[in-house]
């Protein structure tokens, strides 16, 4: 599958930030998805996953009640609505598809294909 993140940029701390992620290629539906991010000189650092029917999430104890992951299946998207941002949520902010369907294998190494990427850059 064919990963296209989109939507990061440059905010202040508190606002908010919507970031997409376009698939093509294998059926989006069968798998579960996920959103890393990654800072320079650090590892990929996991951020929220979602089932491939949308019914289970797990997020990062960093961005619990601050952010929310969801899907459409039938548009072939997923969202990652990022509230009350703060400068520490700085990175590049990656969405990948899983080799499986539900939230339990949520390590990097679970997932098969990977966007490109998008910087979130968050001003104090």
């Known amino acids: 599958v064919q990963l296209q993140a989109s939507g990061g940029g440059l905010v202040q701390a508190g606002d908010s930030l919507r970031l997409s992620c376009a698939a093509s290629?294998?059926?989006?539906?069968?798998?579960?998805m996920g959103w890393f991010r990654q800072t320079p000189g650090k590892e990929r650092e996991f951020v929220a996953i979602?089932?491939?029917?949308?019914?289970?999430?797990i997020y990062a104890d960093s961005v619990k009640g601050r952010f929310t992951v969801s899907r459409d299946n039938r548009k072939n998207t997923l969202t990652l609505q990022m509230n009350s941002l703060k400068p520490e949520d700085t990175a590049v902010y990656y969405c990948?598809?899983?080799?499986?369907?539900?939230?339990?294998?949520?390590?990097?190494?679970?997932?098969?294909?990977w966007g490109q990427g998008t910087l979130v850059t968050v001003s104090s």
């Open positions: 979602i089932s491939w029917r949308g019914d289970s999430t």
């Open positions: 990948a598809a899983s080799k499986y369907t539900s939230t339990y294998h949520y390590r990097a190494s679970s997932f098969g294909s």
């Open positions: 290629g294998r059926t989006f539906s069968d798998y579960a």
